[in-house]
T-cell receptor, first 116, second 111 residues
Framework: DTAVSQTPKYLVTQMGNDKSIKCEQN?????MYWYKQDSKKFLKIMFS???????INETVPNRFSPKSPDKAHLNLHINSLELGDSAVYFC???????????????FGPGTRLTVL | SQKIEQNSEALNIQEGKTATLTCNYT??????LQWYRQDPGRGPVFLLL?????KEKRKERLKVTFDTTLKQSLFHITASQPADSATYLC??????????FGAGTRLFVKA
């Protein structure tokens, strides 16, 4: 009965490779997010999708491309991986993010990406 | 630019005491503020939410205050237990989808 799941949990890869992280939520939420948590533990939003529509696209290199095939899934593809991409990536979802909605977010377990 | 500050140093307290964590922010007018708990190797878990027009919110042993004049929120855990040891994140939301998180404060509760 996992609410927000991510795969893989760990990802170790060489610089220059392309990799994907998958996220799925079974909460029926309309909004999904990708966050990056760096070594200093700051959780920074990267992207947000609402009903498959991209609504937040922070200052993120265009090597990062999110894809939402349906509102229960939000995948993150990263091209030409760099050392600085090493971090923990969290997927999250919320019921309502627009306007006056209560934006309580449910997070996945995270994917620890290590670029060598 | 918007900034959220939480105590970067870990907070060590004795079991049974009240833990108080601080969240200060600048250049921002959040509609509401949230507190999350994060354990090592796991994603954050939502604890409490307080709106800009609320002064205080309680949930079991947890209490949150929100002072929009001081631009500060305090998070209290009463009768703390070793199981409360974790990192606690403050998060600000204006509306829409963007939530801004603080770096968190690590709490250690000693038995």
């Amino acid at each position: 009965d996992t609410a927000v799941s991510q795969t893989p949990k760990y990802l170790v890869t060489q610089m220059g490779n392309d990799k994907s992280i998958k996220c799925e939520q079974n909460l029926g939420h309309d909004t999904m997010y990708w966050y990056k948590q760096d070594s200093k533990k700051f959780l920074k939003i990267m992207f947000s999708y609402n009903n498959k529509e991209l609504i937040i696209n922070e200052t993120v290199p265009n090597r990062f491309s999110p894809k939402s095939p349906d509102k229960a899934h939000l995948n993150l593809h990263i091209n030409s991986l760099e050392l600085g991409d090493s971090a923990v990536y969290f997927c999250a979802s919320s019921q309502e993010g627009r306007g006056a909605g209560v934006d309580t977010q449910y997070f996945g377990p995270g994917t620890r990406l290590t670029v060598l | 630019s918007q900034k959220i500050e939480q105590n970067s140093e870990a907070l060590n307290i004795q079991e049974g005491k009240t833990a108080t964590l601080t969240c200060n922010y600048t250049n921002y007018s959040p509609a509401y503020l949230q507190w999350y708990r994060q354990d090592p190797g796991r994603g954050p878990v939502f604890l409490l939410l307080i709106r800009e027009n609320e002064k205080e919110k309680r949930k079991e042993r947890l209490k949150v205050t929100f002072d929009t004049t001081l631009k500060q929120s305090l998070f209290h855990i009463t009768a703390s237990q070793p199981a409360d040891s974790a990192t606690y994140l403050c998060a600000l939301v204006r509306g829409g989808f963007k939530t801004i998180f603080g770096a968190g404060t690590r709490l250690f509760v000693k038995a």
